[in-house]
């Protein structure tokens, strides 16, 4: 007999990034540095997303890497240091399939076990409290603020309160994302996961998720506020119509999240299950009724 809580972990167990996997992430990484150093000066550079929040999802998740430049490569528009990126990588980084500005980053596509490569110019804001504010570029050529290292730590601070089941809770919402092809936000999902963890004493996945989605369809997948209180909202979508269409995909979300935990609370296995792949795909595994 297989609980709930066993099905969850082997699902994300087999979901997550293994050494082979940060193996290749590590070469690329050097690979791609390089380049950028040949032309920019560049104070950091680092992890901004799921890899690095420990909430990848393989072989969906793309490696997400914050280049922070020196403030004298700036361009009044930030699509100029866009297409300078992507120029650049393209003379050099022959060994990638395809490059491309795909904003707020320069996507690199390598063949491999992680082929997505997200590369975002960034460049001193402000520091507030120790905590950096940078500007990344936004639509139409414009800034918008990040601060990614305050929200690794919101995250990860939550997710030790909770003995990992923030984490846990961000990876099944971005498993759901990529098994449908929700045109969703992975970072907002995450910060939503986050921000339920800090306002709830305890978690339990199918409960807590039905909350976290019924909260998202009540308020129309709005837009929400910086848990850290560093920069502007963070936005769910990328446009009115993606919004749209999530908003949809978690009204499916909702019911099918409702009919599992009854089904759970009623014991009706079968019942059970079907919910639950109908949420995360047929590779879900099959469980038990019950309330582990």
């Not at 560049?42 to 998740?61: D, E, L």
């Not at 909702?254 to 949420?279: C, H, P, S, T």
Request: glycine share 6%; hydrophobic share 40%.
């Amino acid at each position: 007999m297989t609980s709930i809580s066993a099905g969850i972990d082997d699902f994300l167990q087999e979901r997550k990034p293994q050494k082979w996997h940060r193996d290749e992430v590590s070469r690329y990484r050097e690979c791609i540095l390089g380049v950028l150093e040949s032309e920019f000066t560049v104070f950091n550079f680092f992890q901004s997303g799921s890899f690095q929040h420990g909430t990848a999802v393989t072989p969906y998740s793309d490696v997400d890497y914050m280049a922070c430049l020196s403030v004298k490569h700036k361009t009044g528009s930030s699509t100029t240091i866009l297409n300078k990126v992507r120029d650049l990588f393209k003379s050099e980084l022959v060994e990638a399939r395809e490059i491309y500005v795909d904003r707020p980053t320069v996507k690199i596509e390598f063949p491999g076990l992680v082929t997505d490569y997200e590369i975002t110019p960034a460049f001193f804001e402000r520091n507030v409290d120790g905590e950096f504010v940078r500007h990344i570029p936004a639509r139409g050529g414009t800034w918008r603020e990040a601060a990614p290292e305050a929200h690794l730590s919101f995250v990860a601070d939550v997710d030790q309160k909770h003995h990992g089941g923030v984490r846990m809770l961000a990876r099944l919402l971005k498993a759901w994302k990529y098994e449908h092809s929700v045109p969703i936000s992975s970072f907002y999902l995450e910060m939503r996961a986050a921000e339920y963890g800090k306002n709830n004493d305890s978690l339990w996945s199918l409960y807590s998720l039905r909350h976290i989605v019924s909260k998202l369809v009540s308020s129309e997948l709005a837009a929400m506020n910086d848990p850290a209180r560093l920069v502007n909202r963070i936005m769910p979508c990328s446009g009115e119509s993606n919004r749209a269409t999530a908003l949809a995909c978690l009204r499916t979300l909702e019911k099918d999240l409702i009919e599992a935990n009854r089904a759970n609370d009623a014991g009706e296995r079968w019942k059970f299950n079907q919910a639950l792949q109908a949420v995360w795909g047929s590779e879900f595994p099959y469980v038990d009724a019950d309330t582990a």
